[in-house]
């Protein structure tokens, strides 16, 4: 609880403060900040406010890539643990972490589980890894401890364990992948578990959207609830900026936390949006001390909301991603992003799971191929899931069958955290 402590003890420590802060510790001790500032001719007693961000320049996600030892700031031997990147964006990076960082990534995680309507009551069933640099996990475990709250690390998949592990157990609370979700309802449904008699009250859900910009459930949500009577609570984070974005009861937008970051969603000329209107969301640590990030661009498009939170909390609200920058999909003059589509592939009966792969083909251009479980390998349902898609997209993506057993095998790899869904082989 020492972080809590150090917060307590600086009750006007504000936003501004720990930017200035930041500023004069990264002049001295980050290698990769002082050339920026040098190069760019950067007076850091210039910047007396949060507004004067813009003067400075951005940080991008091929910085952290190129020069990734360059953003260390503390001694090697002050580095309690390395983490990495999930490498959605490219290859993984290393983020090193102090001792107190560890604090204050459990105090993030302590904030977010209280938002989500936590209590030191709750028992949480944690569906996911705790290993292979996995911040997120760590982050879970170490939030729910700080809550008070008690932890099953059952780990990810397995549905038949963890409903085995539910019944005995009786976890109030899972957190897990919403695709996943859905499949531990399937299992629900094939073995005759009664899910909504069970001790499980609520859901927090990682690594995927389960809502639409305007704050309604998307398919992938709708079909959780219509199964199982429980709230969902969405969550965004990423391993370089340390700090999630979670969801209160309300259910509209992930709450920001400004004693911990500042973030600015950026136009493509790098200057800020205003609230409703798409973004890349960028985001300044506060309070790191291993690898603190100024003005770094996530490649995460989002829009902000700053009308007051009928919870109470009056701080800005993200939406869930609308797409990643890098992502975004060029095909037969039609833009897509992977999480719509997502939403179009889960809406379908008929396609039981999937993968969305794009390539370049010989003349540079975009092209999308669809792996696909089909509930029924007849050609009804492959012309149900190719109209469909046609009628949706007015294009059509190539599509390959798969079995249950070879989509397992292109989501998880052995290097693989979460199920990967969208795999980019562009050039």
């Not at 998949?157 to 009786?170: D, F």
Request: glycine letters at 6%; hydrophobic letters at 35%.
């Amino acid at each position: 609880m020492e972080y809590l402590a150090d917060k307590a003890d600086n009750p006007t420590l504000t936003q501004q403060q720990k930017l200035q802060e930041l500023l004069v510790y990264l002049s001295q001790r980050s290698p990769f900040y002082k050339d920026l500032f040098a190069r760019h001719e950067v007076d850091i007693d210039a910047i007396r406010s949060v507004d004067d961000l813009r003067l400075l320049p951005v940080t991008t996600k091929d910085d952290l890539q190129r020069q990734n030892d360059d953003f260390l700031c503390i001694p090697r031997n002050e580095v309690a643990e390395y983490m990495s990147t999930s490498g959605t964006l490219g290859s993984p990076v290393t983020i090193a972490l102090s001792e107190n960082d560890l604090k204050r990534l459990a105090y993030n995680e302590y904030n977010s589980f209280v938002c989500a309507d936590g209590s030191k009551d709750d028992v949480y069933q944690l569906m996911l890894t705790l290993d292979r640099q996995f911040m997120a996990g760590i982050a879970y475990y170490s939030g729910i401890r700080m809550l008070g709250a008690s932890v099953v690390r059952l780990g990810p998949g397995v549905p038949a364990l963890q409903w085995e592990t539910i019944k005995r157990l009786k976890p109030t609370a899972i957190v897990a992948v919403p695709s996943f979700i859905l499949k531990l309802i399937q299992f629900a449904r094939e073995t005759g578990i009664d899910i909504n008699s069970t001790s499980v009250k609520k859901a927090i859900c990682i690594g995927e959207n389960i809502r639409n910009t305007d704050f309604s459930l998307n398919i992938l949500g709708k079909k959780i609830t219509d199964a199982w009577d429980i709230p969902l609570y969405s969550t965004y984070a990423s391993t370089e900026m340390q700090t999630a974005f979670t969801e209160c009861g309300q259910g509209r937008g992930g709450h920001y936390q400004p004693d911990l970051m500042i973030v600015e969603l950026l136009d493509e000329n790098n200057d800020p949006v205003g609230p409703n209107i798409p973004g890349e969301v960028t985001i300044t640590t506060l309070g790191v001390e291993g690898m603190p990030l100024l003005r770094y661009k996530t490649g995460d498009i989002c829009m902000y909301f700053d009308e007051p939170c009928a919870c109470g909390n009056e701080s800005l609200r993200l939406s869930s991603i609308i797409g990643r920058k890098k992502q975004m999909i060029k095909f037969k003059g039609t833009t897509l992003y992977p999480p719509a589509l997502f939403d179009l592939l889960n809406e379908r009966e008929e396609i039981l799971d999937f993968v969305i792969e794009v390539y370049s083909n010989d003349v540079g251009l975009d092209e999308v191929l669809l792996y696909v479980v089909p509930a029924e390998e007849t050609e009804e349902c492959d012309h149900q899931i190719r109209a469909y898609l046609q009628a949706r997209l007015r294009v059509s993506p190539h599509i390959k069958y798969v079995t249950a057993e070879q989509i397992q095998k292109i989501q998880f790899t052995e290097a693989t955290r979460k199920p990967i869904k969208f795999i980019d082989k562009r050039a």
